[in-house]
């Protein structure tokens, strides 16, 4: 898989109303998470392989675990703060 199909797509759903979804998941669960824990590590089971809310949230560590057919599709998410399994 290229990152250019990552990009591209951010659920695993399909249909019309799949991204607009997922952004709207990970703005909601943005929106809850306190602000106190940001300085914390987060885990989020079932990422997927666009790890949309991992990407577009701000902890100190991120973690996401998912099932992975190719873990060099993960290669251009990782850096010194995200961990993907």
Known sequence: M???????????????????????RSNLANRLIPPSTRNGRILDIGCGFYPLFLLSTEFSEKYG?????????YKSFNDNNNYFY
């Open 65 to 73: 675990f998912d099932k992975v057919k190719n873990m060099n599709d």
């Open 2 to 24: 290229t990152e250019n199909r990552l990009n591209k797509n951010v659920t695993r759903g399909y249909g019309l109303l799949g991204k607009l979804l997922a952004h709207q």
